[in-house]
């Protein structure tokens, strides 16, 4: 199995940033795409950024110009940097991946989550 585990969430101000981190553990074969996605509340999920193995990336429009998505594959982790956070970034934020594990089919896995909250 894969676990998929977010920090970095917080309460922040308007105009603040935010480093949010994913790092991927388990029996890891091998690890595909990697993204965020944020759910507010009443709202449906949706795509924050993603990020291939070959470091092509995605954005949405609503935050483009404004966050940024890396990955250190050495590290199975993805990392998401929001800066001029707006209050309508306020979320829950999660991560997911595709990946392989040791004896299972490829799959899409997802962490728990983090809360970030941009308020003054």
């Known amino acids: 199995q894969v676990q998929l585990v977010e920090s970095g969430g917080g309460l922040v101000q308007p105009g603040g940033s935010l480093r949010l981190s994913c790092a991927a553990s388990?029996?890891?074969?091998?690890?595909?795409?990697m993204g965020w996605y944020r759910q507010a509340p009443g709202k449906q999920r949706e795509l924050v950024a993603i990020?291939?193995?070959?470091?092509?990336?995605k954005f949405a429009d609503s935050v483009k110009g404004r966050f940024t998505i890396s990955r250190d594959n050495a590290k199975n982790t993805v990392y998401l940097q929001m800066n001029s956070l707006k209050p309508e970034d306020t979320a829950v934020y999660y991560c997911n991946a595709v990946a392989g594990a040791a004896g299972v089919t490829t799959g899409l896995y997802w962490g728990q989550g983090t809360q970030v909250t941009v308020s003054s």
């Open positions: 990020i291939t193995t070959g470091g092509s990336t």
């Open positions: 388990g029996s890891i074969v091998s690890i595909g795409a």
